[in-house]
């Protein structure tokens, strides 16, 4: 129910802000550390919840991707949301911890407002598929994915490490925040049948099939143009362009997702998408900060 495919996805955003921090010589192991605890655990809170909100609503009856907890009978109702109350305590408390106890270098302003931005992320990783009016039924779960595994995440994890906000950190986080909405997109062509059929207007639902296709092209393209901006402007090395080395791993993602209507190499290329982000976060950051060298 966890979904290990996607977790990668959670670290995206905190890793690169922290090289980013490490790069201006403000990097704290314990916000390094709290960051990844805290994303990972609203992932998967994220997780379970779609599982339980999709399964109460049959829309898992007849899907075509990888098995859900709840609809194989694996667990039950009330086990499921035993868990969510769990992982939500311990985002909550993990996230606590993290802003009042290891950024205890920030004003209580700037960290009472990081734990309300933190509250805000609990709600919205349940919120997704849960209750009569889920926003991702409603074709709002690309912006929230992109607004908090890009921009929180990836900011956030800087500021928190930094204290202040630097423009460069805008591009890396742009180009996450998109991939991770990628991701999503990929799941959302490979359930489109299943989407239409129980009225959930994800955004592939809304464009339709070929027109989510080049949506997602959209997306990789855009993200990928970001990351070259910070680069380019502020050039100390090739050791910068070092994430290049992913870029047929996207190319081939686009062209399956372009070419393959086969559920079963969607939920592979959505795997290999979430791996192929994160691996491309890592080289972009230590790209940054070794490029010098």
């Known amino acids: 129910a966890a979904r290990l495919r996607t977790l990668p996805l959670a670290f995206t955003g905190p890793v690169t802000g922290s090289c980013m921090a490490y790069s201006s010589h403000n990097f704290r192991w314990s916000v ?58 311990l985002a909550l408390l993990s996230g606590g911890l993290l802003v009042f106890l290891f950024a205890n270098h920030l004003s209580m302003l700037i960290r009472l407002l990081f734990f309300g931005i933190g509250l805000i992320a609990i709600y919205a990783a349940v919120k997704y598929t849960v209750g009569e009016k889920p926003y991702g039924y409603q074709g709002w779960g690309d912006a929230i994915v992109f607004l908090f595994f890009g921009l929180v995440s990836t900011v956030g994890t800087f500021i928190l490490h930094t204290g202040a906000f630097a423009s460069t950190i805008l591009f890396p986080a742009i180009s996450m925040g998109l991939l991770s909405t990628a991701v999503l997109n990929v799941n959302n062509i490979r359930d489109y049948n299943e989407d239409l059929q129980h009225n959930k207007r994800t955004i592939a639902v809304i464009l339709g099939l070929q027109k989510a296709r080049w949506y997602h092209l959209l997306l990789v393209a855009t993200a990928w143009t970001s990351l070259f901006i910070p680069p380019v402007l502020h050039y100390r090395g090739i050791g910068q362009f070092a994430f290049v080395i992913t870029l047929p791993l996207f190319v081939k993602g686009i062209y399956q997702v372009f070419y393959s209507s086969d559920a079963h190499k969607l939920n592979a290329e959505l795997k290999r998408l979430a791996f192929s982000t994160f691996l491309l976060s890592i080289l972009w950051s230590l790209g940054q900060i070794i490029g010098k060298y």
Not at 76 to 87: D, L, Q, S, W
């Open 32 to 89: 390094a550390i709290g960051s990844l605890v805290t994303t990972l655990l609203l992932q998967v809170l994220s997780n379970f919840a779609n599982d339980y909100g999709d399964f109460v609503k049959g829309t898992d009856q007849n899907r075509k991707g990888p098995t859900r907890a709840l609809q194989s009978n694996l667990v039950t109702v009330t086990e499921m949301k035993y868990a969510i109350f769990t992982v939500s305590a």
